[in-house]
Each structure stands twice: as C-alpha cells, then as structure tokens.
Antibody, heavy 122, light 112 residues
Framework: QVQLKESGPGLVAPSQSLSITCTVS????????VHWVRQPPGKGLEWLVV???????TYNSALKSRLSISKDNSKSQVFLKMNSLQTDDTAMYYC????????????????WGQGTSVTVSS | DIVLTQSPASLAVSLGQRATISCKAS??????????MNWYQQKPGQPPKLLIY???NLESGIPARFSGSGSGTDFTLNIHPVEEEDAATYYC??????????FGGGTKLEIK
C-alpha cells in the first residue's frame, strides 16, 4: 500500500540548516509528485514545495531562497533542505503525494506521512 | 499569491445536523475548465486527510455525508448529517496556474 515516511534530526540550532528525507513505498517517484507541508504547533498548514515526476519543482515564493528539494527515484526518496533556521521554523514537517487519478493530474495531496517534528532551539 | 479565507474559524453543530464551511479565494482558482479547490480534514496528532478534490469530487473511501461545491472564488464544504467522528479541523487548499499551493486558515468543528 501507499506509504510515506519522514525522517529528520528532531532538533536544529538557530541559524543552522535542516535536512529531512521522505521515503515512499507503494508508488513510484517517476509517476507521482511529492510535496512538503509544515505545521507549527497549534497553527495551520503551510505549503513549502513540490517536486514533480519529471524533476521539475515549484517553491513557496516566500521561502524559495531558503529551500531546496531533490529526489532519488531509485531509492524512492525525496529530500528537503532548509537554510538559516529560526525559532518560527519549529513545526511538524509532512511529505505528501500529489493525486493522480486515471492518468489525470489533480493538484491535491492524497496520501500523507505522519510527519517529522523539528524544533529549532539552542 | 492567492489567499484563502475560511469562515467561520470555529463552529459547533449538533449531532445529525448540517455543518457548512466557507472558503473564499482572493482570485479565481478556475482554469482549464476545472476548479482547483480541495478540502482536508485533520484530527489532533494526525496528518491531514483529503476529503474533496477539484471542488466537488469525493475522495475514495470518504463518506457521502461530505460534499463540496463552488467555483471561481467561493467554495463550500458541507457535512450532513454530522457525526461525532467529524470533530476536527478542516482546511481548504488551492493550486493556481503557476502551481503555487496555499491553504486556508482552518475551521475547527465541534460536535454538540
């Protein structure tokens, strides 16, 4: 079945960078796009970035200068890197699959991982 | 960027009654003949779950008491009849022609 699983460092010092990995199973990254979405404690959802099956990317314009997304199709992994972290980057970080139904691309997220919690603190 | 405004921020609905949540976009999310608005449910400690895609299409496995409608800039999620398990926060989400995604601020639903 379709699964996504995030993994990350848990704790990051201010001004340092964050690297988190999304490992997927049950589908191929050569067919589906994968998003990163974050949620600060007690707050709403913020979309960060998407990498499509062809490797093209679209970034949240407000965070574009700090984000980088890449993937390894053979390992079924998607990587997110964020630079210059501050305390307001403390959040649950989710990866989610973009919906594809009957060959039609829908710009929705149909499967989500459980998230990896990132705390920015010294 | 397109801004999504959800209302109300919270609501309490009696068991078996109807819950209606509104989502207004700062500009139209219609293009190529479709409305690119989706709805999610999120319960505490869980990731969001897709309920409705392309404004009115029910995601597989989602009960038929959930329905979505709207086009252009005005969209609505209805839940009827509301059940206890529907207590959650609901988010709308859009994607524009530039494939930039945004979420609404969320609506917390309480079941009375």
């Amino acid at each position: 079945q379709v699964q996504l699983k995030e993994s990350g460092p848990g704790l990051v010092a201010p001004s340092q960078s964050l690297s988190i990995t999304c490992t997927v199973s049950g589908f191929s990254l050569t067919s589906y796009g994968v998003h990163w979405v974050r949620q600060p404690p007690g707050k709403g959802l913020e979309w960060l970035v998407v990498i499509w099956s062809d490797g093209s990317t679209t970034y949240n314009s407000a965070l574009k200068s700090r984000l980088s997304i890449s993937k390894d199709n053979s390992k079924s992994q998607v990587f997110l890197k964020m630079n210059s972290l501050q305390t307001d980057d403390t959040a649950m970080y989710y990866c989610a699959r973009n919906s594809l139904k009957g060959g039609l691309l829908y710009y929705a997220m149909d499967y989500w991982g459980q998230g990896t919690s990132v705390t920015v603190s010294s | 960027d397109i801004v999504l405004t959800q209302s109300p921020a919270s609501l309490a609905v009696s068991l078996g009654q109807r819950a209606t949540i509104s989502c207004k976009a700062s500009q139209s999310v219609d293009y190529d003949g479709d409305s690119y608005m989706n709805w999610y449910q999120q319960k505490p400690g869980q990731p969001p779950k897709l309920l409705i895609y392309a404004a009115s299409n029910l995601e597989s496995g989602i009960p038929a008491r959930f329905s979505g409608s709207g086009s252009g800039t005005d969209f609505t999620l209805n839940i009827h009849p509301v059940e206890e398990e529907d207590a959650a926060t609901y988010y709308c989400q859009q994607s524009n022609e530039d494939l930039m995604y945004t979420f609404g601020g969320g609506t917390k639903l309480e079941i009375k």
